[in-house]
C-alpha cells in the first residue's frame, strides 16, 4: 500500500535516510510556531483535506486509503508534472536544474512538493541513492581484485562441502542476516529466500513505499550467474593463493551490494510511475515492455552514470605515495574500463529489467 498523505510526517521517520525529503512541520510543533506559520500550515492541511474528500477519499480500511492517497496525488501533483517533464528532459541532457523550470512557485506547487517530500521518494533522492551505492560497489570491486580467482571457492573441492564454499557462506550468512531482519526492508533481496529464517527483531512500523505485488520480484540468479560466469573473470587475476574465506567474503559482498543497486529498479520505478501515471498507465494495461523500457530509458543519464563509475574507478583505486615522483601513474586496482563495462552491459539494463517488471505489475 503506498504511504497515505495523513500522518507521514509520524512514518516518515521509518523510512531509510536517504529516501526522506525535507521534514514537514510536525503537527506536534504547531504550538511553537508563529501565527502566520501555524496558519499557513493549517491552511496546507486543510486544502489537502477538501482535495481528498472531493475526490470522495476516505480514510477507514486499507484500500480506501490507497484510493485516497493515490486519488490526492492526482490533485496535487497535476500542476508540477509539466515542470517535472521539463526539468526531467534538462536531466536527461546533463543539465542540473534544480530550480523551478517555469519559474512559478504559487499555489499547487508547495502543496505538490510537499506532499512529494512527505512520502520521501523523488527521482532526485532515488538517484542520489543510486549514485552513493556506486562508491560502494567500487570499493566491493577494489576489495575482491586483492585476491586471485581462487578456483576451490567455487568448484566445490573445499573439504566437508556439499556444494561450493561461495554458496555456503552466502546462504549461511543470508539465514543469520535473516533472522535479524534483513530481509525484511523492500531494498534487500537474498540470493537462497528458500527456507529462510523468521525475523526475530519486532518489525518497524515502515511505510509501504512499493506497491505490493512488485515486493517480490528477485532477480538475483540473474546476478549470480552474470557475477561468477561473465564478470569476475574480467578483473581478477587467475592463480591461488590460498585465502579462500577471505575470498568468498568479498564476492558476498560484491553480490549484495550489485542485487540491492539493481533492485532499487522498484523504487526508481515507482517515482517514476508516481511522476507521470497517466504516461505509464496505458503501456501497463497493455503489458507492453518495450513502450514501458522506452519510457524508462534516459540515454544521457546512462552515458554521465558509466562515465562516472569509470572516474570513481579510477580515484579510488590507484596507488597512493606519500612521494609524487613514487606515483605508478595509470596503475589501478580495478580496470576503470572494466567499471564501465559492469554498468553498461549488466548493471543499467538489469536495473532497467526490474523496473520493466515493477511497471507490469504496479496496477494489479
Ligand atoms: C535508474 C534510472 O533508469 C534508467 C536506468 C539507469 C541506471 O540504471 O542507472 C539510468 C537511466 C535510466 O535509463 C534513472 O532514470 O535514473
Not at 526522506?20 to 496546507?44: Q, V
Not at 564478470?231 to 550489485?258: E, I, M, S
Amino acid at each position: 500500500m503506498i504511504p497515505t498523505t495523513t500522518g507521514d510526517h509520524h512514518n516518515r521517520q521509518h523510512l531509510p535516510l536517504h529516501l526522506r525529503g525535507p521534514s514537514p512541520p510536525p503537527a506536534n510543533k504547531l504550538t511553537d510556531c508563529s501565527k502566520a506559520t501555524k496558519d499557513s500550515f493549517r491552511a496546507k492541511i486543510e486544502k489537502r483535506e477538501w482535495n481528498r474528500s472531493s475526490n470522495n477519499g476516505s480514510t477507514t480500511g486499507n484500500d480506501d486509503v490507497t484510493l485516497c492517497s493515490s486519488s490526492f496525488d492526482k490533485i496535487s501533483f497535476h500542476k508540477d508534472r509539466n515542470k517535472r517533464r521539463v526539468r526531467r528532459n534538462l536531466e536527461a541532457d546533463g543539465i542540473d536544474n534544480n530550480e523551478d523550470v517555469d519559474g512559478d512557485s504559487s499555489e499547487g506547487g508547495d502543496d505538490a512538493k510537499s506532499s512529494d517530500s512527505a512520502r520521501g521518494l523523488t527521482l532526485d533522492s532515488v538517484r542520489e541513492s543510486l549514485i552513493r551505492q556506486e562508491d560502494t560497489i567500487v570499493f566491493c570491486l577494489i576489495e575482491r581484485a586483492k585476491y586471485p580467482t581462487n578456483s576451490p571457492v567455487y568448484d566445490g573441492s573445499v573439504a566437508g562441502m556439499s556444494g561450493s564454499l561461495v554458496e555456503y557462506i552466502v546462504k549461511e550468512t543470508e539465514a543469520l542476516q535473516a533472522k535479524v531482519g534483513r530481509y525484511e526492508s523492500p531494498e534487500e533481496n537474498p540470493f537462497f529466500p528458500e527456507n529462510l529464517p523468521p525475523s526475530m527483531v519486532p518489525p518497524h512500523d515502515d511505510p509501504e513505499v512499493l506497491h505490493p505485488s512488485g515486493t517480490s520480484i528477485n532477480i538475483n540468479k540473474t546476478i549470480w550467474d552474470m557475477y561468477f560466469n561473465q564478470l569476475l573473470p574480467l578483473f581478477v587475476q587467475k592463480g591461488n593463493d590460498g585465502n579462500y574465506v577471505p575470498t568468498a567474503a568479498c564476492d558476498l559482498h560484491c553480490l549484495q551490494a550489485l542485487s540491492r543497486r539493481i533492485h532499487y529498479g522498484k523504487f526508481v520505478a515507482e517515482v517514476k510511475f508516481i511522476d507521470a501515471p497517466e504516461d505509464y498507465s496505458p503501456a501497463i494495461q497493455a503489458q507492453d515492455r518495450a513502450t514501458l523500457m522506452g519510457l524508462l530509458t534516459f540515454e544521457k543519464v546512462e552515458e554521465m552514470v558509466k562515465r562516472r563509475v569509470e572516474k570513481k574507478a579510477m580515484v579510488f583505486g590507484q596507488e597512493v605515495c606519500l612521494n609524487d615522483e613514487d606515483d605508478k601513474k595509470g596503475k589501478y586496482k580495478v580496470d576503470p574500463s572494466v567499471v564501465s563495462r559492469l554498468y553498461e552491459e549488466w548493471v543499467m539494463p538489469l536495473t532497467k529489467l526490474v523496473q520493466v517488471e515493477y511497471l507490469l505489475r504496479r496496477l494489479s
